[in-house]
């Protein structure tokens, strides 16, 4: 099977490497859908911010700690892991889904609050969230569940792990 990957190459190229193992033609890019996939179908994922092995939560904080960050802290955290994200490729391969779906976990907390936590434990200045324009809230990733898709880090405690296995 041919497949196109459209989007980030931290996610990108894990994908590409895990879909080659399987034997599938991949091609990672950065261009715009439409120019890749003409008229297939399309199945397009609205990620959050992606977290993974070599990207935990604590050195993303720290690049940022003690700084005023423009976005708003008050929007949802919207996190998953770069493996929910390879898992995510497959199951809408899989299951021939097209369409939008947000891919994220099930973590609540705003991004403040989630940030707040992981650099409190980390022993971090906090973050200041400058709120300049209002982010998302109250997105739900219900429809790719609804679809039968199991996140393999729900609640982002496995951030270490790899989760392909």
């Not at 994922?45 to 977290?51: H, K």
Request: glycine share 10%.
């Amino acid at each position: 099977m041919n497949i196109a990957i459209v989007g980030a190459a931290y996610t990108g190229y894990a994908a590409a490497a895990y879909f080659r193992n399987k034997g599938h033609h991949v091609r990672v890019t950065t261009t715009r859908a439409d120019r890749v996939t003409g008229a297939l179908r399309v199945c397009n994922f609205r990620t959050g911010t992606i977290y993974g092995p070599g990207r935990e939560h604590a050195a993303e904080a720290a690049r940022i700690a003690g700084q005023q960050i423009p976005f708003d802290g008050e929007s949802d955290a919207m996190i998953v892991h770069r493996d929910d994200v390879v898992r995510g490729l497959e199951f809408a391969i899989d299951h021939r889904l097209s369409g939008l779906y947000n891919l994220f976990n099930d973590v609540t907390d705003s991004k403040a609050a989630f940030f707040r936590a992981v650099c409190d434990t980390a022993g971090l200045e906090p973050i200041t969230w400058l709120g300049l324009s209002k982010g998302p809230r109250g997105v739900s990733n219900q429809k790719i569940k609804s679809a039968g898709f199991v996140l393999a880090d729900p609640f982002s405690d496995r951030e270490t792990e790899d989760l392909l296995g």
